[in-house]
Nanobody
């Protein structure tokens, strides 16, 4: 079993910054891709950013230049630095990972429980 635990959400004013963290734990052999998604009220969950083990990244167009995803492979942790936040960035942010687990050896996709980010004055 694998757990993804997010932290770092909260209330921030427009133009402000937040840094989200997501730590994976459990029966992990390796993690290929890790990413962040978000879901605003009344909207579908959408990709924010994703990073693979080699470091390649991809971002949703509306986040390019404002958000930066990074990861610490030794700690099985992914980060999302969010700058120049806008009210429309308000959403629950979810961590996601493709994990190779042991016993049995298999690749599964996991989600965190989500962390609320609210951008408001």
């Amino acid at each position: 079993q694998v757990q993804l635990v997010e932290s770092g959400g909260g209330l921030v004013q427009p133009g402000g910054s937040l840094r989200l963290s997501c730590a994976a734990s459990g029966s992990i052999v390796s993690i290929s891709a890790m990413g962040w998604y978000r879901q605003a009220p009344g909207k579908e969950r959408e990709l924010v950013a994703r990073i693979v083990s080699g470091g390649s990244t991809n971002y949703a167009d509306s986040m390019k230049g404002r958000f930066t995803i990074s990861r610490d492979n030794a700690k099985n942790t992914v980060y999302l630095q969010m700058n120049s936040l806008k009210p429309e960035d308000t959403a629950v942010y979810y961590c996601n990972a493709d994990v190779l687990t042991a016993l049995p050896l298999s690749i599964k996709n996991y989600w965190g429980q989500g962390t609320q980010v609210t951008v408001s004055s």
